[in-house]
């Protein structure tokens, strides 16, 4: 298993201003992917992100609203950009365990934009 | 692109029962399907993984099976207990074959004492 932690848990942002969430793994993985979950809904992937290389973005999503860093095999930050009330919404941090492709999940931050 | 759903939003069943919840999707052929439960204010957690070639897995008290003809996967929780009760998530992987995931939308299911 991993076990994978994510700053803040929660806060609360005016509009306008950006957060950056932590998203930090106890071992060394190759992918680590971040998932937005709106109230009421299911996860949708926002981007894979990758050591040493550009993150992926999914349709709907772009690099200057979401942009990631993976500075190493353990660690990735997701930041969230001109924030509307629309951001608000919980973000996950994911690794897959190639064994068996499960993902493991961060705990989430929830955010909510006023 | 593909979509994922599942049966109904909410599932209301008695202690002792079988739960059966149901994951539906179109548009492509996914090597391999998984199943997850989320707990409110928590990230999922991995139940069960089945893949193409496999009809049916097991795990203790739960059932996965797998028919690519009809495109669904069926998530059976014996026995059903009220600590059981949570949102169950199906998941596909993702068509860019990049290790990724697609969430289905999920069922909440409450099993009542």
């Known amino acids: 298993s991993a076990v994978i932690s994510q700053k803040p848990s929660r806060d609360i942002c005016q509009r306008g201003t950006s957060l950056t969430i932590q998203c930090q793994v106890d071992?060394?993985?190759?992918?680590m992917f971040w998932y937005r979950q709106q109230p009421g809904q299911s996860l949708t992937l926002i981007a894979t992100?990758?050591?040493?290389?550009?993150?992926?973005?999914e349709s709907g999503f772009v690099i200057d609203k979401f942009p990631i860093s993976r500075p190493n095999l353990t660690f990735s930050t997701l930041t969230v950009s001109n924030m509307s009330p629309e951001d608000s919404s919980i973000y996950l941090c994911?690794?897959?365990?190639?064994?068996?492709?499960?993902?493991?999940f961060g705990p989430g931050t929830r955010l909510t934009v006023l | 692109s593909q979509k994922i759903e599942q049966n109904s939003e909410a599932l209301n069943i008695q202690e002792g029962k079988t739960a059966t919840l149901t994951c539906n999707y179109t548009?492509?052929?996914?090597?391999?399907l998984q199943w997850y439960r989320q707990d409110p204010g928590r990230g999922p957690v991995f139940l069960l993984l089945?893949?193409?070639?496999?009809k049916e897995k097991r795990k203790e008290r739960l059932k996965v099976t797998f028919d690519t003809t009809l495109k669904q996967s069926l998530f059976h929780i014996t026995a059903s207990q009220p600590a059981d009760s949570a949102t169950y998530l199906c998941?596909?992987?993702?068509?860019?074959?990049?290790?990724?995931?697609?969430f289905g939308t999920g069922t909440r299911l409450t099993v009542i004492p």
């Open positions: 548009n492509y052929s996914p090597a391999y």
């Open positions: 994911s690794v897959e365990r190639s064994r068996d492709n499960e993902q493991f």
């Open positions: 071992s060394q993985v190759t992918m």
């Open positions: 998941a596909l992987e993702g068509q860019t074959g990049a290790n990724n995931l697609f």
């Open positions: 089945i893949r193409e070639n496999e």
């Open positions: 992100a990758n050591q040493g290389s550009e993150a992926t973005y």
